[in-house]
Nanobody, 125 residues
Framework: VQLVESGGGLVQPGSSLTLSCTAPGTTLDDRTVAWFHQAPGKGREGVSCLNGDDGATYYGASVAGRFSISMNTDKTTVFLQMNSLTSEGSGVYYC???????????????????WGKGTQVTVSS
């Protein structure tokens, strides 16, 4: 499964941004999808996860209450709505998906089988 992220860009602190993750030519039905963030000079960390079987959502402590993950009704796109962005939110955001039937494996949403190439987000005044 090929994953393609989009929606990144340069925004000011306090702004909102919505990232999208699509799988061209297929759907994300029955797959768990997660978003990861890699800040400059740091490792990749899980941001949010959407369980494929029951729609349960999970968020990292630093983004809970500000970010929201969702999937469109035809199950072709997963969104990450990011509000109240700070400079710490800068970096590359990756979308990842499991094999069919996979779940959000806490705490870091490990077990993802497919990864996108990422989209850059820069939060700066």
């Amino acid at each position: 499964v090929q994953l393609v992220e989009s929606g990144g860009g340069l925004v000011q602190p306090g702004s909102s941004l919505t990232l999208s993750c699509t799988a061209p030519g297929t759907t994300l039905d029955d797959r768990t999808v997660a978003w990861f963030h890699q800040a400059p000079g740091k490792g990749r960390e899980g941001v949010s996860c959407l369980n494929g079987d029951d729609g349960a959502t999970y968020y990292g402590a630093s983004v809970a209450g500000r970010f929201s993950i969702s999937m469109n009704t035809d199950k072709t796109t997963v969104f990450l709505q990011m509000n109240s962005l700070t400079s710490e939110g800068s970096g590359v955001y990756y979308c990842a998906a499991t094999l069919p039937g996979g779940l959000c494996l806490l705490p870091d949403y490990y077990g993802m089988s497919f990864w996108g190439k990422g989209t850059q987000v820069t939060v700066s005044s």
